[in-house]
């Protein structure tokens, strides 16, 4: 497995952005996938996994409704699609691989290099 998160940028708070997280070996199509971002002085936190298929899908309170993740294996890349943002979204976005088919763990065992999401007010 080997991870590239993108799409990140400034944005004003209201705004979309959509991230992607491709594996480059093309190897994690059976596995669960996620989302976790990091604040400036927080601790990393989880924000949305989807299974496998895509046939299960969790997320954070803070960010339901507002926040979708889905995939496509054909293309061995998962989106997150982020709307309403508001400045609180504010944090390095990185993507994670479980080695499970559903999420099975507070930590994925694959990370890739973060991509930074600026939400100005």
């Known amino acids: 497995v080997q991870l590239q998160a993108s799409g990140g940028g400034l944005v004003q708070a209201g705004g979309s952005l959509r991230l992607s997280c491709v594996d480059s070996?093309?190897?994690?199509?059976?596995?669960?996938v996620g989302w976790f971002r990091q604040a400036p002085g927080k601790e990393r936190e989880f924000v949305t996994s989807?299974?496998?298929?895509?046939?299960?899908?969790t997320y954070a309170d803070s960010v339901k409704g507002r926040f979708a993740i889905s995939r496509d294996n054909a293309k061995n890349t998962v989106y997150l699609q982020m709307n309403s943002l508001k400045p609180e979204d504010t944090a390095v976005y990185y993507c994670?691989?479980?080695?499970?088919?559903?999420?099975?763990?507070?930590?994925?065992?694959?990370w890739g290099k973060g991509t930074l999401v600026t939400v100005s007010s």
């Open positions: 994670g691989v479980w080695l499970a088919s559903y999420r099975n763990s507070n930590s994925p065992r694959y």
């Open positions: 070996r093309r190897t994690f199509n059976n596995n669960a």
């Open positions: 989807i299974s496998w298929n895509g046939g299960i899908t």
